[in-house]
Structure formats: C-alpha cells, structure tokens
T-cell receptor, first 113, second 115 residues
Framework: NAGVTQTPKFRVLKTGQSMTLLCAQD?????MYWYRQDPGMGLRLIHY???????AKGEVPDGYNVSRLKKQNFLLGLESAAPSQTSVYFC????????????FGPGTRLLVL | AQSVTQLGSHVSVSEGALVLLRCNYS??????LFWYVQYPNQGLQLLLK??????LVKGINGFEAEFKKSETSFHLTKPSAHMRDAAEYFC?????????????FGSGTRLQVQP
C-alpha cells in the first residue's frame, strides 16, 4: 500500500513551457486535491475532484488545469509555466465518507525560470 | 469564509521544555480541526484531529490539542520537546462546503528544538 504518490519529485521549467504532474493513490479514495505550498502562506487549494470524471476549481486555479479520468489518478497541468508558479505542489486524497482525514503525497518541487 | 491563524511563524524551545503552538480559527459552524506536521522535504502527516467528540485530543508522538469553542482555539502542546520534533506544523480547518471538504491551512509554525 503506497498511499499517495507524486511524480516527478523535482522539475525545472523555462517560462512558457508546459508540464503535467501526476498524482496516484491506491486507497480507493473518492476525493482528490491539489495544493500549492509557498513560504509563509501555508497550503492553498488549486483544484479538486469529488470522483472519477469530475473536477472543480479551488482558491488559486488560474494557470492550471486538471483531469481525473481514472479514480486513482489526478493530473495537474501547467499550460504555459510562469515564474509565479514556482512552488511545492502537494496532492491529497480522502474517502467519500464522513472521515475527514486527508492523506498527502510527498510533494513535487517546481522551479520556473 | 473560514480562516486559520497561527501565532508565531517560528518557535524555539529547549529539549525537554514544553511545546505550545497556537492556532485560532474562524468558522460559523462547528468545525473539524487538524494539526499536520511536515518534516524537511517531506509531505504532511496527520498529528491529530478534532471532530466534535472529546475536546482534548491526543495524537501521535506525544502531542495533544484542546478545542476551546469560547476562545475559537485549538492549540497544540507537548509536555517535553525532543530533537526529532523539529519540523513545521500546520493547523487546518475543514471546509464548510460539504461538497469538497477541502482544508484551509494556517501559515505554519516552524519549531526549533535546541539541545
């Protein structure tokens, strides 16, 4: 049981390049989330999904797109990277019951030059 | 809207001393509250959570937190700090939006433990 995994662990992009971050969970969780972590700001919600085939915007969605084609995977895309998207990205998942605990992946560190 | 305030971005204690990390929340309905810990270059790990059962919640690694509705607080404590407790700690409240149940995080408190 690997829990929540994220790939890649680290990436350097040039401004304007695109990339996709992959999140996978093997806990059969319904809900999945993408957060970004910036110094002194905690974690902020980018997008989330309440089930396979669904996605919705969080607090800071601009410049990102997501897809949830399979229940176990949640992809975060950057269409045209900007230096302001330099951050650490965390994926999380939880069950669809009243259990509130979110389980986090190890994070992806992204540097946009 | 919900919010979480963590007082003190950095806290330094001596090994063996009391740890007190402060968290105040804003919520118009009874919240679910969480403390997560993040060790360097790792993801977030749940320390403990309050879900409207006992107001004093015990977590892993000897930490506990007390929910005080009158003070809208959920402070994290540990009687005796250990070097391995050095990490960043985040307080979070569960979203009022039952559809997404996302977490709203405080800005974090970095705990240093001096030998």
């Amino acid at each position: 049981n690997a829990g929540v995994t994220q790939t890649p662990k680290f990436r350097v992009l040039k401004t304007g390049q695109s990339m996709t971050l992959l999140c996978a969970q093997d806990m059969n969780h319904e809900y999945m989330y993408w957060y970004r972590q910036d110094p002194g700001m905690g974690l902020r919600l980018i997008h989330y999904s309440v089930g396979e085939g669904t996605t919705a915007k969080g607090e800071v969605p601009d410049g990102y797109n997501v897809s949830r084609l399979k229940k176990q995977n949640f992809l975060l895309g950057l269409e045209s990277a900007a230096p302001s998207q330099t951050s650490v990205y965390f994926c999380a998942s939880r069950t669809g019951t009243s259990e509130e605990t979110q389980y986090f992946g190890p994070g992806t560190r992204l540097l946009v030059l | 809207a919900q919010s979480v305030t963590q007082l003190g971005s950095h806290v330094s204690v001596s090994e063996g001393a009391l740890v007190l990390l402060r968290c105040n929340y804003s919520s118009s309905v009874p919240p679910y509250l969480f403390w997560y810990v993040q060790y360097p270059n790792q993801g977030l790990q749940l320390l403990l959570k309050y879900t409207s059962a006992a107001t004093l919640v015990k977590g892993i690694n000897g930490f506990e937190a007390e929910f005080k509705k009158s003070e809208t607080s959920f402070h994290l404590t540990k009687p005796s700090a250990h070097m391995r407790d050095a990490a960043e700690y985040f307080c979070a409240v569960s979203s009022l939006d039952t559809g997404r149940r996302a977490l709203t995080f405080g800005s974090g408190t970095r705990l240093q433990v001096q030998p």
